[in-house]
């Protein structure tokens, strides 16, 4: 069996530096794969950049927790407040649809509406996954599934990379936040048996966020096991959008970190490496 790569780069779409960041990481290095955000202010930019470079696996980053919603407040009202903005964390989304307060026929719809916009822009989704991991929740994941069968996209990302025990010993949020999402995924990969959707085998930047560095990069390529594992990431460039950016959709600790890591994909003695331990680049399209 072979050793598949998918390296994915979250939030196509949030801005322009972001979208070029993007670009410059599939056209001079390892990034194969991109998650598009329908509702980001640099949406209709990704999608004419999407269609403009052909082999570039795009999926859809379904979003309920910035910005504002596809759909109109009155057909989603526990989702948004009376503007059409998301209100909710991802750990609050969660509770709250354990307390009823939130109903999963309106998130459905949501999600429903944010594929719909990226099937009329003329892209063909490769996967789908979340901002915030979302929908590693398992009553969200059944969801998305569900919507992947009925949309005929192949593939849901599966979110699931324990922290090593060296990492939690002393407090680390993104430790933490790795453990809970990864004990989620567990209970998700029981609901693919049967469907028609398939996912990664392995995981790997969801413990890293915002430190994936070339060193990083090699320490997961040593790793890898047979099988597809997707190395997520956030490249990008900074820009003068930004800030108008983290208005429209809230503010992000991944602001510097983006250049870093855009820097470690083109590093080219990553190729180099990739190439010298037989590793196969490939997106989620590239699934059989």
Not at 34 to 45: D, Q, R, T
Not at 121 to 127: I, Q
Not at 128 to 156: C, N, Q, T, W
Not at 160 to 166: I, T
Request: charged share 20%; proline share 5%.
């Amino acid at each position: 069996m072979a050793k598949l790569l998918i390296v994915n780069a979250d939030d196509f779409g949030l801005s322009p530096g972001i979208n070029a960041g993007i670009i410059e990481g599939f056209q001079n290095g390892i990034l194969t794969s991109a998650s598009i955000m329908v509702n980001a202010p640099a949406f209709e930019e990704a999608v004419k950049l999407a269609h403009a470079h052909d082999g570039l696996g795009i999926g859809i980053h379904l979003n309920v927790v910035r910005g504002k919603a596809v759909l109109p407040p009155a057909e989603i009202p526990s989702l948004v407040d009376p503007t059409g903005r998301f209100v909710r964390t991802p750990i609050a989304l969660c509770f709250d649809l354990l307390r009823k307060r939130v109903n999963l026929d309106h998130l459905s719809r949501e999600f429903s509406a944010q594929i719909q916009r990226a099937f009329e822009a003329g892209l063909r989704p490769t996967h789908m996954d979340s901002e915030k991991h979302v929908h590693m929740y398992p009553p969200i994941f059944a969801r998305v599934v569900k919507l992947a069968e009925e949309y005929g996209i192949r593939a849901v990302r599966w979110t699931g990379q324990y922290p090593r025990a060296r990492t939690l010993i002393r407090w680390n949020q993104q430790s933490y936040k790795a453990l809970l999402v990864s004990l989620c995924a567990r209970l998700c990969r029981k609901q693919l048996k049967g469907r028609a959707v398939m996912s990664n085998d392995y995981f790997y930047g969801l413990v890293e966020t915002g430190s994936l560095t070339a060193e990083v990069f090699r320490g997961f390529l040593l790793r890898l096991q047979d099988g597809v594992t997707e190395i997520m990431c956030h490249p990008g460039y900074l820009d003068k959008d930004l800030p108008e950016v983290f208005q429209t959709m809230g503010s992000s600790s991944l602001v510097t970190s983006r250049v870093l890591e855009l820097q470690a994909l083109i590093d080219p003695t990553l190729r180099e490496y990739i190439d010298a331990v037989g590793v196969r680049l490939i997106h989620y399209g590239g699934l059989k």
